[in-house]
């Protein structure tokens, strides 16, 4: 642990919990200087789902300068807990949608009911909806491209029609997502979740104004395209987001991921940059502010 990073208890639950998977939990890392924004997480799978481990979590996060989190649905049963999680807690707004792997279940009363539930004051975003190629290969549970591209589609006239960011996964399916967002006519915003394309595809999504939200992959040494496409996207577009319990970033890969890790990606991004900590801290918050309209929840 480094000096002057802060000592807060991690609950019974949560502890035990990864205790029996095996890796521990991080300690806390050093507490940023200037506050930040995790644009991406899902705190029903790594902090626990009652209002006490929300609390917790968030305490965790703002000890080490990660004042607020974006708590993203991919099931139904998710997009009926964040919402009540950000009435929980100030620090914490939620996004709504079926991940892709999901889109099977997408029939009219979950459109109805998500519909519903994405209106709320306190969700910020319409999100994850995309493309996924890795797992239906892998998994026969798995929604294929077609109904995918269906539900992909709900996704983006949803998110027109309530006038709220859309939140991109794409894993495997670049080319697929860019061409379905200029066939339907994106949102008014766009955020590519957890980045992870090259640098030619990042100056695509710049082009067409999307933004793009780095995880803990861009901290990873053998990452090297990834950390390409890092030091070229515009700063105005850049967010940063942890996607616990997922991807923890260096020097804490493998082991379990939490809003409070995001020190170290913001860090990993700052080095790639050439710029200092603080100064992209204010600049990855001041967008998360800007997209997410956060001014107007307080």
Same mark, same amino acid.
């Given at each position: !642990? ?5 000592e ?11 205790s ?7 300690a $806390? ?10 644009? =991406? ?7 626990? @789902?009652?209002?006490?481990?929300? @609390? ?14 974006? %708590? ?6 998710? /997009?009926?807990?964040v #919402? ?6 100030? @620090?914490?707004?939620?996004?709504? /949608?079926l ?7 997408l ?5 109805d ?11 910020? /975003?319409?999100g994850?909806?995309? $493309? ?7 998994? #026969?549970?798995?929604?294929?491209? *077609?109904? &995918? ?12 029609r309530?006038g ?9 399916? =670049?080319d697929?997502?860019? *061409?379905?967002l200029?066939?339907?006519? #994106? ?22 104004g999307?933004? !793009? ?9 053998? *990452? ?9 996207a ?10 616990a ?5 260096h020097? =804490? ?7 409070y890790?995001?020190?170290?990606t ?12 603080d &100064? $992209?801290a204010? %600049? ?12 107007? $929840?307080?």
């Open positions: !642990m480094g000096a002057g990073a802060a807060l208890p991690v609950s019974g639950e949560y502890d035990d919990r990864h029996r998977a095996g890796p521990v939990a991080p $806390l890392p050093e507490p940023l200087g200037a506050p930040i924004v995790d644009a =991406h997480t899902h705190l029903d799978a790594c902090a626990g @789902r009652t209002e006490r481990d929300v @609390r917790a979590a968030m305490d965790r996060a703002e000890a080490v300068g990660v004042v607020a989190a974006v %708590t993203v649905a991919d099931d139904l049963e998710s /997009a009926r807990w #919402p009540k999680a950000a009435g929980w807690d100030a @620090r914490v707004v939620a996004a709504v /949608a991940h892709p792997t999901r889109a099977g279940g029939d009219d009363a979950v459109r009911e998500l519909a519903r539930l994405a209106a709320g004051d306190r969700v910020v /975003a319409i994850e909806s995309g $493309l996924d190629y890795y797992w239906p290969q892998r998994d #026969p549970g798995c929604a294929d491209p *077609a109904i &995918q591209r269906e539900a992909f589609g709900w996704h983006i006239e949803l998110a027109k309530l709220k960011p859309l939140m991109i996964h794409d894993r495997d399916a =670049h697929d997502v860019l *061409a379905v200029k066939a339907e006519g #994106p949102p008014e915003t766009v955020i590519m979740h957890c980045f992870s394309g090259d640098a030619a595809l990042a100056e695509r999504c710049a082009d067409a999307y933004l !793009m939200s780095f995880a803990g992959p861009v901290t990873f040494r053998n *990452a090297r395209e990834l950390r390409e496409a890092a030091a070229v515009p700063a105005e577009l850049l967010l940063v987001e942890t996607d319990p997922f991807l923890t970033p020097p =804490h890969r493998g082991k379990p991921n939490e809003p890790c995001l020190p170290w913001l860090r990993g991004l700052a080095d790639i940059r050439g710029v200092h900590p &100064q $992209l204010d %600049t990855v918050r001041a967008n998360a502010e800007r997209v997410f309209r956060l001014d107007k $929840l307080r």
